[in-house]
């Protein structure tokens, strides 16, 4: 993970929270967490913290994930020495992740260029100016494309993080460490950023007209046909209602939301039993085989019969 000067401290913290500590009870995952300073040596992140340690940018050029977080100030030229890092890390095969305005620094070191990108909605605007060959989508948490990562703002970053976990150990470890932090198990990349609407006095899903029994009632009913009107039975509200609480609430559709949900419980079929996929399909509420794999796929970027054989967990 690389430092700059002025970094913002919680940007730095994620990636050694979820990367770097060891919890009991869970499984050691593999990870070699260093924070890495430039050449001239540590440098004062907000809040008066200082990373003192021995390894520089120069290590990130051989390391097999590389993750930039937030920068001081977008309008500042990213540091040369980080860029080319980056750059070198990249084309020796590392994937590389960026946090929130991070993604400036992997802008500036071209392995942006012709790919959909995101940070933090209020840097668009600066973002499409400096770098007008990037596809930005300010609207989504989160975009993987494997070897390239980048991430909204502040707790998207943990999103982002987990996602890799879930890529490199399964979502079934990404949801026990999901648990562990008392995060959300999983959001996927394509859940809105922000809602533009006033703040309630309570939590959206506490009061009247919130979602949470619905959402808890629509995960325990994955493999029923569930519909629009299905759903708004279920919450005594009208089709129309239903749906602007959904974008309001959420920031995707009933039906997204949905099909995101019965994946990732597909994941965690093919990680944890040995059920054939034909049945994982029908207990995961995607009909099929075919439709399983053509869902599956777009969102995890694998067929289930490949993820099954990267991810069976022990005894399977």
């Given at each position: 993970m690389?430092?700059?000067?002025g ?7 994620i ?9 009991p ?11 890495c300073n ?7 992140s907000s809040?008066g913290?200082v990373?003192?340690?021995?390894d520089t ?11 930039v ?7 500042e ?8 890092a980056?750059?070198e890390?990249?084309a ?5 992740a ?11 070191a071209g392995?942006l ?6 940070t933090h ?7 499409n100016?400096?770098?007008p ?5 300010p ?18 970053g943990?999103?982002?993080c ?6 490199d150990h399964?979502a079934?470890?990404a949801n ?7 995060a959300p ?6 859940q809105?950023q ?5 703040m309630?006095a ?5 009061g009247p ?6 959402l ?12 629009v009107?299905?759903?708004?039975r279920?919450a005594?509200?009208a ?7 959904f974008?309001?609430?959420v ?11 019965r994946?990732?419980?597909?994941k965690r ?9 034909e049945?994982?399909?029908?207990q995961?509420?995607l009909g ?6 053509h869902h ?7 067929a ?5 054989r990267?991810f069976?967990?022990?005894g399977?």
């Open positions: 690389a430092v700059t000067e970094a913002p401290i919680f940007e730095l913290s990636p050694i929270e979820i990367f770097g500590r060891l919890r009870g869970m499984p050691e995952l593999g990870y070699d967490v260093r924070v430039p050449v001239s040596g540590p440098v004062l809040g913290f990373a003192h340690n021995a940018y120069d290590l990130l050029a051989h390391a097999d994930t590389v993750i977080p937030a920068v001081r100030n977008v309008a030229e990213p540091p040369a020495d980080l860029v080319a980056v750059r890390a990249h020796r095969g590392a994937r590389v960026s946090l929130c305005s991070g993604a400036f620094v992997l802008a500036a392995l260029d012709g790919r959909r990108a995101t909605w209020l840097y668009a605007e600066e973002f100016r400096r770098f060959q990037v596809e930005l989508d609207a989504v948490l989160y975009i993987d494309h494997g070897d390239v990562l980048t991430s909204a703002g502040t707790t998207a943990i999103d982002l987990l996602a890799m976990v879930a890529a399964g079934d470890v026990t460490l999901a648990r562990r932090l008392v198990a999983h959001r996927s990349g394509g809105a922000y809602v533009d609407t006033p309630r309570a939590p959206v899903e506490s007209e919130g979602l949470g029994p619905l808890d009632w629509m995960r325990t009913n994955l493999a029923e046909p569930l519909t009107a299905d759903l708004a279920q005594n509200v089709e129309r209602t239903l749906i602007r609480r974008h309001t609430a920031g995707t559709t009933p039906g997204k939301w949905l099909t995101a949900q994946v990732l419980h597909a079929l093919l990680e944890t039993t040995d059920l054939p996929v049945r994982v399909a029908r995961a509420g099929g085989a075919a439709n399983l794999r599956f796929t777009e969102a995890v970027g694998v289930p019969s490949d993820y099954r990267t069976r967990a022990p399977y």
